[in-house]
């Protein structure tokens, strides 16, 4: 069981637990205080339409936890997080009647799915501030039993004048001087919520570490400072806590290269899966929700790391100082918040935009990771190579991504798509040894462009490859100057990814039963034959011919034995019509015949032909003719 799961689980416990733990030593009380709860709890029945078990609280004399269904409140299995929402809405308006909680004090936390249900909490927050180890209703569905299990553990707040409340540096001081002892010379203001310790009522407290130092390992001792009154209401040695963890960032999504003179699109905060996050001495990754749960931890000097079993992703100023991490903000002695700050080039959201990227890129290469040594990404201020892109570049010998602005998705994503195929191909890259790529870089960038638009499922297509398609479609179909060495040019991969960008809508290439699209099916299937029979220093490895008559022998069904069939038809056009001719086109002639017979031949006459392109599947320009003739 994952901590988390196991923390809500002591949580519907210690419920359980308050108010079950009432001395019945005193018989006759005992039982006069039970027939009063039992007479309350047939009222909340016959209120509320309940049916189903309720637990006392004799201490405070309350109705604390039940386990049942109400009638007029339907819900199945089969439900959505929606439906369960509503009926959450529903059960916390049944039971606050009963509560020393009212609406106004709730705030809804997330819903999750676990133990074959669903269940979520509402905290009991006034003036902004938690309550220490209470103040919240949970409520679970459970699947198995086909009941709702709900603890409501809210405690009587006081109303609180925030204008009346002490500094936390009085709080601060008034801890110090209360230590009275030379060796603490420093004190620190965790976090300010509600909490009863040494008092008979709830109060707002500053929760204070004093330590021995400048920066004390969540200090010697913790104390607790009326906030109201500057009465130190608790103190203790330091000891250990649960901290929940939560990290998210603001998200941006941009394309276009004109970054300050087109402002980028501005996300809610989301959060940020698979992040490191670090307390002494322990560490554990985020869920998919941004959260990780520790528990017997100090719950200061913690720190979110963007790193996980992919990548690492930094930013470095012109000194090359690392801003990796950012510290954790305290507003509950049991939560913590770490917002990823959108300085540092926006690094976050990198890290965002990169994890989603390389799960689609899993996606395609059958649910299981292409990535053999995490890659790291790094945001600069100035470009380390003023030669190199503006935006962004990728070393497959140093296994590194750099980007100058992390707001560019499309950046981030072209360079994954680098990474993707060096990391299938077990090689540096497509290209020759050519330092630039500008004379053999046509395949290595064919594959990082159209990478960048898929697999990742936005409800958007990146700009270039809609550029690629509608701008670039015809402008290089008609030159009959292209040789086969100018095919293999840098500036040409463009054209590749758009020829291969244009079949995704085709119907002779659809989905396979995992969801991928038939287009990314078969040109990782393309990279597995290069991979497995092209040798590192093949010379033709990097030649665009050599992988469009891998695409077309894939497709050869062997339906058509003397011409292409529809598939292969298909992906010629798309080729042909971007001026990559790989397929030969003949001109023929009988010399006798008129211009109206050209393709009329008679027994012995000579036949002439003219080979207009070169061919795909012979290595010369021989032309097989049947008859006969000259040739």
């Known amino acids: ?33 039970t027939q009063e709860l039992n007479q309350l709890a047939e009222r909340f029945k016959a209120e509320t339409g309940f049916t189903g078990r309720i637990n006392y609280g004799y201490e405070r004399m309350r109705l604390g936890s039940f386990e049942g269904n109400f009638s007029d409140i339907p819900f199945t299995t089969e439900a959505d997080t929606i439906a369960f929402r509503q009926a959450c809405e529903r059960i916390v308006d049944k039971i606050l009647p009963y509560s020393p909680a009212n609406r106004s004090q709730l705030s809804k936390s997330r819903i999750t799915k676990q133990w074959g249900g669903y269940t979520t909490d509402y905290y009991q927050q006034v003036g902004g501030y938690r309550v220490e180890g209470a103040g919240f209703i949970m409520i679970t569905y459970e699947e ?7 603890g409501d553990n809210t405690v009587e707040l006081p109303d609180v004048d925030v204008s009346a409340m002490i500094s936390k540096e009085a709080a601060e001081g008034i801890a110090l001087s209360d230590m009275n002892d030379a060796k603490y010379q420093s004190s620190r203001t965790v976090s300010i919520y509600y909490t009863n310790r040494g008092s008979d009522t709830y109060y707002l407290a500053y929760f204070v570490c004093v330590g021995t130092d400048s920066n ?46 087109n402002p980028p699109i501005q996300e809610s905060l989301v959060p940020m899966k698979d992040v490191r996050v670090v307390v002494k001495p322990d560490s554990m990754q985020t869920d998919l929700e941004g959260y990780a749960s520790f528990i017997d931890v100090a719950d200061n000097f913690i720190t979110a790391k963007l790193i996980n079993s992919s990548m690492k992703v930094t930013c470095s100023i012109d000194t090359l100082s690392p801003v990796s991490f950012a510290a954790a903000i305290s507003d509950s002695l049991n ?28 996606h395609i290469n059958g649910n299981s990771s292409y990535i053999g040594t995490p890659v790291n990404i790094c945001c600069f201020n100035t470009p380390p190579d003023y030669n190199a892109h503006a935006w962004g570049g990728y070393s497959a010998e140093h296994n590194f991504i750099w980007i100058r602005d992390g707001r560019l998705a499309s950046t981030v994503r072209h360079e994954l798509g680098h990474n993707y195929v060096h990391n299938v191909l077990g090689i ?8 630039l ?10 594959f990082a462009s159209y990478l960048c638009g898929s697999p990742t499922d936005d409800s958007y297509l990146p700009d270039l490859l809609i550029e690629f398609n509608m701008a670039f479609e015809n402008s290089i179909s008609d030159s009959l100057s292209l040789t086969e060495d100018q095919y293999t040019y840098y500036s040409k991969g463009r054209y590749l990814a758009s020829a291969w960008w244009s079949l995704r809508d085709n119907s002779l290439f659809p989905d396979n039963d995992q969801g991928v699209c038939g287009v990314d099916t078969l040109l990782v299937a393309g990279l597995g034959i290069v991979r497995r029979d092209i040798e590192d220093n093949a010379a033709y490895r990097y030649k665009p011919r050599y992988f469009y008559n891998i695409l077309m022998n894939r497709v050869d069904d062997g339906s058509a034995s003397y011409s292409l ?27 006798l015949n008129s211009a109206t017979e050209k393709n009329m031949f008679r027994v012995g006459d000579p036949v002439y032909v003219t080979i207009t392109k070169l061919s795909s599947k012979y290595s010369g320009n021989r032309v097989h003719c049947r008859g006969s003739g000259l040739y």
């Open 144 to 150: 198995g039993r086909k009941r709702f299990s709900i």
């Open 335 to 362: 939560q913590q918040d770490i917002s990823m700050p959108n300085y540092s080039h926006y690094t976050s959201n990198v890290f965002i935009k990169a994890s989603k990227h390389i799960d689609g890129l899993n």
């Open 437 to 446: 790529h500008e004379y053999t870089g046509a395949m290595d960038e064919a």
């Open 1 to 33: 069981m994952n901590t988390k799961a196991l923390v809500t689980m002591l949580l519907l416990l210690l419920c359980a637990m308050i108010f079950a733990s009432e001395d019945a030593s005193d018989a006759a009380e005992h039982a006069r205080k």
């Open 565 to 591: 069939n529809t598939k292969q038809n298909a992906i010629n056009k798309a080729y042909a019509s971007r001026g990559f001719h790989f397929t030969p086109q003949v001109i023929s002639a009988g010399s």
């Open 216 to 261: 004390p390992i969540f200090g010697d001792y913790f104390y607790l400072i009326d906030s109201m009154t500057g009465r130190v209401a608790h103190k203790r040695p330091a000891d250990f806590i649960h901290s929940e963890v939560n990290v998210r960032t603001m998200g941006y999504e941009h394309f276009n290269d004109v970054v300050w003179s």
């Open 428 to 435: 540096s890259s497509f290209n020759a040894p050519d330092t």
